[in-house]
């Protein structure tokens, strides 16, 4: 997704809380963001996350476990970095996106808004989360919408 959805954030000044603040993107696109700040950290849980999501069908509950998570993500396994990993996945759950697209309507209508995860669920028991991905939020990582992820 070419925009600033994820940004470099300074751990120092503490992270903003945004309300349908456009953010920087395609001259033909403009993207609104509430929720709060999120960093590079979150970029790569969250495109793990839609990662894994891309093959399932829409609205299919998909299972992840956290070691293995957090092994994918390159992370020591360990009480504070499974911590992070609960806030960063808290933090992209509370945010939601809006699109308005000029030209082409691929999203619903001119204007769509959607949750960057619909839905989460962490089992204790089996450190396993289970969420679901919107479809629209799986799309715009296709060939021919707003960025072409080489996994």
Known sequence: MRCQLFSLWSRRSGRETFYRTELASRSDTKIFYTGVQLDMSDCDVFMHLVQAAKD??????????EWKLLKELGRAEGGSNYEQLRDSIRRIFYGSIEIEVSGKFKIGTKA????????YEYNEETKEYSYIVDPSIVMLFENDEYSLIDW
């Open 112 to 119: 769509a808004g959607v949750h960057l995860i619909d839905k």
């Open 56 to 65: 399932a069908l829409p609205g299919t509950l998909i299972k992840v476990d």
